[in-house]
Antibody, heavy 117, light 108 residues
Framework: QVQLVESGGDVVQPGGSLRLSCSVS????????MHWVRQAPGRGLEWVAF????????YFADSVKGRLSISRDNSNDTLYLHMDTLRPQDTAVYFC??????????WGLGTLVTVSS | EIVLTQSPATLSLSPGERATLSCRAS??????LAWYQQRPGQAPRLLIY???NRAPGIPARFSGSGSGADFTLTINSLEPEDFAVYYC??????????FGGGTKVEIK
């Protein structure tokens, strides 16, 4: 069955960097666009970033533009989120999600990023 | 950016009752709207896409309606596992893809 497993979440100081990974199985990763969505503690969902199936197209929320980037390794079925210049307001659970016509049809369980000194 | 406003923020109902959740967009999203369920400590789950299409494996008691700027998620005869938070999401105009603030369906 479809599985997405995020990893890499950690406690990091403001201004720090982090790389999140999302390892997938159960479907042909290279055929699907992917997203990152985040959820601050006790808050709602916020879309963060999109990458097309071949990595050509990438889009970001304004709140992360220039600080976060997205990439993928289709040979290893892995999605990445590269996070730089982290701020306390980036503290959240980060979910990777599979794209279905720009909806999210499968999700991982998420990985927690805490930005705090 | 399209803003989605969900109401009510909290809905208190008993098992077996019908839940009616609203999602209003700041401008027309045609029928490009989805609904998700999120149980505590879990990832969201796609319930409805393109306003009224149930995602695979979603029970028939979940139904979506609406178009343009006003949408409704109806849950007929609430089961214990349906008590959760529900989010709407639009894909009509993006980036960004946007979510509503959520409606919590709690046990009365």
């Amino acid at each position: 069955q479809v599985q997405l497993v995020e990893s890499g979440g950690d406690v990091v100081q403001p201004g720090g960097s982090l790389r999140l990974s999302c390892s997938v199985s159960g479907f042909t990763f290279s055929s699907f666009s992917m997203h990152w969505v985040r959820q601050a503690p006790g808050r709602g969902l916020e879309w963060v970033a999109f990458i097309s199936s071949d990595g050509t197209y990438k889009y970001f929320a304004d709140s992360v533009k220039g600080r976060l980037s997205i990439s993928r390794d289709n040979s290893n079925d892995t999605l990445y989120l590269h996070m730089d210049t982290l701020r306390p307001q980036d503290t959240a659970v980060y979910f990777c999600a599979r794209d279905r016509k720009y909806y999210f049809d499968s999700w991982g369980l998420g990985t927690l990023v805490t930005v705090s000194s | 950016e399209i803003v989605l406003t969900q109401s009510p923020a909290t809905l208190s109902l008993s098992p077996g009752e019908r839940a009616t959740l609203s999602c209003r967009a700041s401008q027309s999203v045609r029928n490009y709207l989805a609904w998700y369920q999120q149980r505590p400590g879990q990832a969201p789950r796609l319930l409805i896409y393109d306003a009224y299409n149930r995602a695979p494996g979603i029970p028939a008691r979940f139904s979506g309606s609406g178009s343009g700027a006003d949408f409704t998620l109806t849950i007929n005869s609430l089961e214990p596992e349906d008590f959760a938070v529900y989010y709407c999401q639009q894909r009509a105009t993006w980036p960004p893809l946007t979510f509503g603030g959520g409606t919590k369906v709690e046990i009365k």
